[in-house]
């Protein structure tokens, strides 16, 4: 008979088994309690007022109903709403009941969309770096990833200013791997970590293998709200053909800046939801129905003044840049050379202008960005993200160089984070 630990080992597919950084680094930020928390990605203030107050009206509402199961594949308000704010942004009418489905955040529209989608031996085009969940939801659904990164090219700019439209595809890197196995490709638009924003002829080179090899496309746009004038989202299900083949994600802890309510969703044509549908229906069924309730009270608000530069779907990323810009700055002024990012709340700055000023030899890690931002955590108090996390075990050695820093945060602690890094830099002279 076999023994107990072998019987019940972690089936192979989930991979060696080892804590994700964001359980590494939520445990590292409880136990060590840095100063400064800028890994994780999440707003440490309130979400805007009238979000919050709409589920503080539902817990004390008198329909006892709001506190029951809902439908299924999404409460019908929220779907109606999204459906709402969809249409017009992908130019036609998004069916709310068969092509929409809310989920357990956008993980689990991803992982419905993978495990709905990918069968064993089918081959999955991933862009790296990417967030990191893809990887083993793809090997778990049997599936195969294929990896291609995204090239820093040195810019042209005065004083070697980078931002993250230097971050480019290998175009024809990228083409090889479409074959007769290919059965997805994942594009992340905005993207996590680096910022970037599709421009329209990557997303064109993008569909055009899409459409050729007839593979589908899960685009994930969860920092769709967050992107930086002049730079504008473009969504890949506009482009000609793609409606038929792209998955879009979603997410109302992005949106609303309510990360822990936990509630996303999928939207594509009726016959490429139905996968996803079984999927959701046979794991969580359903989520939360105060939540939805909430979220959708939430868009409604936010559709009745669209059109208003008051709308949190605008004014976020006004409220974002100048966190962004303080915080490269700051980054600048402490011997890091930041990516700028056009969207998102994240940016990824090279450490290696501080290589001798600090000792990793006390740290364990493999990868030299987490030996890094272990360190830089424990002297300077600011806890960061390593991007190796974001990159296949070969390609890894592209994401060292680097520490991933979140800037949805106070003013307070943002200068707090300046403070701290001038005073290591002072130490270190
Ligand atoms: N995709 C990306 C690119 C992310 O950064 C995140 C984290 N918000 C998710 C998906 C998961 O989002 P959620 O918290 O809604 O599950
Ligand atoms: N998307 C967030 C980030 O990149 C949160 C990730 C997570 O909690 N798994 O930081």
């Known amino acids: 008979m076999s ?31 840095p100063p400064v928390n800028l890994g994780q990605g999440f707003p440490d203030y309130h979400a805007p007022a009238h979000v919050t107050k709409a589920l503080s009206e539902i817990s004390s509402n008198d329909n006892p109903l709001t506190h029951q199961y809902t439908r299924g594949y999404g409460h019908p308000k929220l779907v109606q709403n999204l459906s709402k704010v969809y249409s017009p942004l992908i130019g036609r009418e998004i ?103 599709f421009n329209m002829k990557e997303l064109e080179f993008i569909a055009n293998l899409c459409k050729k090899h007839n593979v589908v496309c899960i685009s994930d746009e969860v920092y769709e709200w967050m992107v930086y004038e002049p730079k504008q989202h473009i969504r890949i299900a506009t482009l000609p053909g793609m409606w038929e083949r792209t ?3 979603g ?7 309510v990360t822990g309510w936990k509630t996303g969703w ?48 605008r004014s976020l990323a006004r409220e974002l840049l100048p966190k962004r810009d303080f915080l490269v700055k700051t980054l600048r002024e402490n011997g890091f050379n930041p990516t700028v990012p056009e969207a ?16 990793l030899s006390s740290e364990k890690d493999k990868y030299k960005d987490y030996r890094f931002t272990k360190k830089f955590a424990k002297e300077a108090g600011v806890l960061t993200i390593p991007p190796t996390a ?19 945060k106070k003013d307070e602690n943002l200068a707090l984070a300046e403070k701290l890094m001038k005073e290591w830099n002072a130490k270190k002279k």
């Open 95 to 197: 069916d709310p009941i068969n092509e929409i489905l809310v989920t357990y955040g956008a993980y689990e529209a991803l992982y419905a969309a993978i495990l709905g989608h990918v069968d064993h031996g089918d081959e999955v085009i991933v862009i790296e770096p990417f967030f990191d969940c893809y990887d083993v939801m793809i090997k778990s659904a049997g599936g195969v990833p294929r990896f291609t990164a995204l090239r820093l090219q040195q810019p042209n700019k005065s004083g070697g200013e980078v931002t993250s439209a230097d971050w480019v595809l290998d175009e024809q890197e990228l083409a090889s791997l479409f074959n007769d196995k290919t059965k997805m490709i994942i594009l992340n638009t905005p993207h996590n970590p680096l910022g970037k924003v």
């Open 266 to 313: 999928a939207y594509a044509p009726a016959n490429l939801m139905k996968n996803l549908l079984i999927v959701h229906q046979n794991c969580v069924y359903t989520c939360c129905t105060p939540i939805q309730e909430a979220i959708a009270s939430s868009f409604e608000y936010e559709l009745a003044r669209r059109d208003s530069p008051d709308c949190y779907l």
């Open 344 to 359: 998102g709340y994240f940016i990824v700055a090279d450490w290696t202008g501080l290589a001798n000023k600090i000792d």
């Open 251 to 257: 997410s109302a802890g992005k949106t609303f800046s």
């Open 247 to 249: 998955i879009t994600v």
């Open 390 to 408: 974001f990159y296949s075990e070969p390609h890894k050695h592209l994401g060292e160089n680097f520490a991933r820093f979140c800037f949805i």
């Open 3 to 33: 023994s107990v630990a072998d019987k019940f080992k972690l089936p192979a597919r989930y991979g060696t088994g080892e804590a994700s950084v964001w359980v590494e680094y939520v445990r590292l930020a409880a136990e060590s309690k």
